[in-house]
């Protein structure tokens, strides 16, 4: 008789998750039913930027015509706006605040307001899940450290850093559960919301936020094509095509509330790069978790490739 994969007896005996509520914002959509719009009509909602917006983001001349410079860039609106009296935010402390932790705490409240519960009256309690980038904000912030006058170093670790993610919403909506930022690039939002789905059965939090965030400043300014990188060449994404030739780095922000989903665990092959995802030897998958293996594509042919082994691998 041949003894079930690892995991497996775990997963059968785990109690179910409801998906109660969702919020996200992309490039070209502001809300998730756009997004889906946009998907099922294929819209492509990478800008293509001209000189004039090129050298406003501060990008001379010579550089944006140099061999491999992309003049393509997603673009989210509204990340200079944020309802600071609403958060408890002081003029200033929302000035020195990285748009994701803005976006990303708006964000949270939405989707508490999708799912239909105030979190001052829930009667248990709600953990935060999520992981964002690195700020770029800051960069930004000390290039124009004269007109700020004195920043308090602490002030500008936790208004910035990844570490404090999480911890600033559960601060701000007064939410009791476990405060838990994630951190593994690409897989970062599908990592915490495993980690939520774990804090869920396990008792620790009676409902449980999570989701990633990215958004660079200046938003408009393209990138350096190198060959062989994870990049696009000519500032197209084609996931799952013949034509993919990389990906493209995306403003994006989306954030569940109480998450469905299964926990894949991998282990073996070494990958040819540190960014390329490598099949595994083995792998525990539940039927919950099958569908979501196709769209971990990476629009790159190593990428690409090597989903199509995880997929074979699932029996997928």
């Given at each position: 008789?041949?003894?079930?994969?690892?995991?497996?007896?775990?997963?059968?005996?785990?109690?179910?998750?409801?998906?109660?509520?969702?919020?996200?914002?992309?490039p070209g959509a502001e809300d998730l039913d756009s997004f889906w719009q946009n998907l099922a009509e294929g819209v492509e909602s990478i800008s293509s930027l001209g000189p004039e917006e090129i050298r406003a983001a501060g990008v001379p001349d010579?550089?944006?015509?140099?061999?491999?410079?992309?003049?393509?860039?997603?673009?989210?609106?509204?990340?200079?706006?944020?309802?600071?009296?609403f958060f408890g935010f002081s003029a200033r402390d929302a000035s020195l605040t990285d748009p994701q932790h803005r976006l990303f705490m708006e964000t949270a409240w939405e989707a508490l307001e999708d799912a239909g519960y105030d979190p001052a009256a829930f009667p248990g309690s709600i953990g935060v899940f999520g992981g964002c980038e690195l700020s770029t904000y800051l960069y930004q912030l000390y290039q124009n450290i004269e007109a700020l006058g004195y920043i308090d170093?602490?002030?500008?670790?936790?208004?910035?850093?990844?570490?404090?993610?999480?911890?600033?919403?559960?601060?701000?909506?007064?939410l009791r559960g476990p405060s838990v930022c994630v951190q593994t690039t690409c897989s970062?939002?599908?990592?915490?919301?495993?980690?939520?789905?774990?804090?869920?059965?396990?008792?620790?939090?009676?409902?449980?936020?999570?989701?990633?965030v990215?958004?660079?400043?200046?938003?408009?300014?393209?990138?350096f094509y190198v060959a062989g990188s994870i990049l696009s060449?000519?500032?197209?994404?084609?996931?799952?095509?013949?034509?993919?030739?990389?990906?493209?780095?995306?403003?994006?922000?989306?954030?569940?509330?109480?998450?469905?989903?299964?926990?894949?665990?991998?282990?073996?092959?070494?990958?040819?790069?540190?960014?390329?995802?490598?099949?595994?030897?083995?792998?525990?998958?539940?039927?919950?978790?099958?569908?979501?293996?196709?769209?971990?594509?990476?629009a790159t042919p190593p990428g690409d490739k090597s989903a199509r082994k995880i997929?074979?691998?699932s029996g997928s």
């Open positions: 008789m041949t003894a079930p994969p690892p995991g497996a007896r775990t997963a059968a005996r785990a109690e179910p998750i409801a998906i109660i509520g969702m919020r996200g914002r992309f010579h550089i944006a015509r140099l061999p491999g410079y992309v003049n393509a860039s997603p673009l989210l609106g509204d990340v200079d706006r944020f309802d600071a009296g170093g602490m002030q500008l670790m936790v208004t910035n850093d990844k570490d404090h993610l999480c911890t600033q919403v559960s601060y701000r909506l007064d970062t939002s599908l990592v915490a919301v495993a980690l939520a789905c774990e804090s869920l059965q396990a008792g620790r939090c009676d409902m449980a936020l999570a989701g990633g990215t958004v660079r400043v200046p938003q408009r300014g393209g990138y060449p000519d500032g197209h994404c084609r996931p799952f095509d013949a034509k993919a030739q990389g990906t493209i780095c995306t403003c994006r922000k989306r954030l569940s509330s109480r998450f469905c989903c299964s926990f894949c665990c991998t282990e073996g092959l070494a990958s040819a790069a540190s960014t390329i995802p490598c099949a595994p030897t083995s792998c525990a998958i539940s039927s919950v978790c099958q569908p979501m293996l196709a769209p971990t594509s990476t997929s074979r691998s």
